[in-house]
């Protein structure tokens, strides 16, 4: 075993990458748990050392000795490398925090990288430490796949092991919320708890809340579902299992972020729970696509939680840690150009983590930018329809001279377009000449998706179209189909993009037994004695081979009414597999 102690940094071709990196592309995306403890500082590297070695010698590697403690007033960062086996390097440092604002008490940090060897690469691992006076401390750790030249490994990288055996002993936080490995069970009276964690501006993590089947316990469901499922987020979310006497309360408190009948829903950080629109930002798993696809459902779900875990600015303390430095582990002569060499490398490595800092606290700004401004366009947007909507009443409303004018209240617009698939399907009665023949699990799968929310207001835009198109069109005077009446649509009417409304499937599909089986969907019998008719034309739900259809059979002129047979995922055809 070999000891380098107050090392200057290394080369990178010998220390690797910073661990503050983001993840490349092509690459395998790397783990990052970020949480707060109100232990020690000194506990809590006792016990990441405790873990670590305990980790080691279950893996068959040498125990480091136990590493120095320096003086709490000393201003020199320590740093020291080990090699336990080939390829197998320990490297510790510590040292003090710079202070922000400067003159205020500063505080400490503690680092712990272990690198491995992996298939077609290296597999590193960083423990970080970092705490200031009178505040919690922070912990971070990270896992990272570093492909060897030339290689390319997309994919996850697991969570470590040491999660599973650190994470029990901090009593993790983040903000109010307790972090641990499993989701807690919580009961009626801890919904308004839950709530207020929900719409705490200081959280950080996503919070994942699953309901339970009516039929089922919820130990049970527990155990034998949502365990599974949420082994990738372990660190990276909080969860919780609503009791059914807590759901009642919490869908009730929350009707526009409801979940319930076996549904998983990870909400992101800053909810609003007066805002319909808000709640397309917050990923609905369905229990079917739970049961049905277990493996892809545990990978939809662990998607947003590392996406944000990547990609969020570092809190104080952790962005004040500096670059990791230790030295080659075999001697050498001393070289001066070396050594200067070496001194430019870790000036460049700072200064590539503090951009990579000043990077995501942009792009976090930007992102919440966005979220107001498009929660004020949709404001304005259903402001707009109300007005249109009213416009078009008092047009189709209008009495002759002497006839008593229309009550204004009774042209106010209902609620404004639905948050999700499935309050879609609830509300399609609102239109009264169409009628929709579809499997309801198609369209509510939509939900899994993270731009559902935009499919979804798509979606109700173009039932709104069709309505108003059939309202003129059975009694003929709508002068076209769909489509020509989305290129001329009346003044105050619904616009619905017509180059999303097609007419028909091409020849190929048309001709294609298989793909002209599958656009075959229900019908009454007073429509098509076989009781299913083909319906090729469709509107398109936002862009690329995957997005979704609506395929309907406009029968206006005959029974008077449109029916939509199916709104889901892309239907094959020559661009699909």
């Given at each position: 075993?070999?000891?380098?102690?107050?090392?200057?940094?290394?080369?990178?071709?010998?220390?690797?990458?910073?661990?503050?990196?983001?993840?490349?592309?092509?690459?395998?995306?790397?783990?990052?748990?970020?949480?707060?403890?109100?232990?020690?500082?000194?506990d809590v590297v006792a016990l990441a050392d405790q873990c670590l070695a305990a980790w080691l010698k279950h893996e068959g590697y040498d125990e480091p000795p136990p590493a120095p403690t320096p003086p709490p007033d000393s201003d020199q960062s320590a740093g020291a490398r080990h090699r336990l086996a080939d390829r197998v390097l320990l490297d510790r440092d510590s040292g003090p925090l710079p202070a922000d604002p400067p003159g205020s008490p500063g505080g400490r940090y503690t680092r712990r990288r272990l690198r491995t060897p992996a298939p077609h690469g290296t597999h590193q691992l960083t423990l970080t430490i970092a705490s200031e006076p009178g505040a919690p401390s922070w912990v971070r750790l990270e896992a990272e796949h570093q492909s060897a030249p030339g290689v390319r490994t997309p994919g996850r990288v697991p969570v470590p092991e040491l999660v599973a055996t650190l994470l029990p002993l901090l009593d993790a936080s983040d903000a109010g919320a307790e972090v641990r490995l499993l989701p807690r069970i919580i009961t009626a009276a801890e919904v308004d708890i839950v709530i207020d964690e929900l719409c705490d501006p200081a959280r950080r993590l996503p919070t994942v809340i699953a309901s339970v089947p009516a039929d089922l316990d919820p130990q049970v469901w527990a155990e034998q579902v949502l365990h599974p499922l949420l082994r990738n987020v372990a660190g990276l979310a909080v969860g919780y299992v609503l009791a059914p006497e807590a759901r009642v309360l919490f869908n009730t408190a929350l009707e526009f972020h409801t979940v319930y009948g076996g549904a998983v829903r990870t909400y992101l950080p800053e909810v609003d729970p007066a805002s319909r629109r808000d709640a397309g930002r917050h990923l609905?798993?369905?229990?079917?696509?739970?049961?049905?696809?277990?493996?892809?459902?545990?990978?939809?779900?662990?998607?947003?939680?590392r996406r944000l875990a990547d990609l969020a600015p570092?809190?104080?303390?952790?962005?004040?840690?500096?670059?990791?430095?230790?030295?080659?582990?075999?001697?050498?002569?001393?070289?001066?150009?070396l050594d200067e060499l070496v001194g430019e490398l870790s000036v460049s490595r700072q200064a590539g983590a503090d951009e990579l800092q000043r990077v995501r606290i942009s792009l976090h700004r930007s992102r919440r930018r966005e979220f107001h401004l498009r929660t004020e366009n949709e404001v304005q947007s259903t402001a707009l329809r109300r007005v249109s909507s009213q416009l078009r009443a008092l047009n189709s409303r209008l009495c002759p001279p002497g006839q008593p004018a229309p009550d204004p209240a009774s042209l106010e617009e209902g609620p404004g377009s639905p948050a999700s698939f499935a309050e879609l399907l609830g509300r399609i009665g609102e239109f009264p000449l169409l009628t929709f023949t579809g499997d309801a699990k198609e369209t509510q799968a939509l939900d899994a998706s993270t731009t559902g929310s935009g499919w979804v207001r798509l979606t109700w835009d173009g039932l709104t179209a069709l309505q108003e198109y059939a309202t003129v069109a059975v009694h003929g005077a709508a002068g076209g189909d769909f489509k020509q009446w989305c290129e001329h649509a009346p003044l105050g009417g619904s616009h619905f993009p017509p180059r999303k409304a097609v007419r028909g499937e091409s020849q190929t599909v048309c001709s294609h037994s298989k793909m002209r089986r599958e656009r075959m969907f229900a019908v009454p019998s007073g429509v098509d004695p076989s009781g299913r008719a083909f319906m090729g034309a469709h509107l398109r739900i936002g862009g690329g081979r995957t997005a979704p259809r609506l395929h309907y059979l406009d029968d206006c002129s005959g029974s008077g009414r449109i029916y939509v047979g199916y709104i889901g995922l892309h239907l094959t055809n020559t661009l699909t597999n």
């Open positions: 075993m070999t000891t380098d102690r107050f090392a200057p940094p290394v080369p990178s071709a010998a220390a690797g990458t910073d661990s503050r990196t983001a993840a490349a592309p092509g690459h395998a995306t790397p783990y990052r748990m970020t949480v707060t403890t109100r232990q020690s500082h000194a609905v798993l369905p229990r079917h696509r739970i049961e049905s696809e277990p493996r892809r459902a545990a990978a939809l779900l662990a998607r947003e939680p570092l809190p104080g303390p952790l962005a004040r840690v500096p670059a990791l430095r230790v030295r080659l582990v075999e001697p050498r002569p001393r070289d001066p150009q």
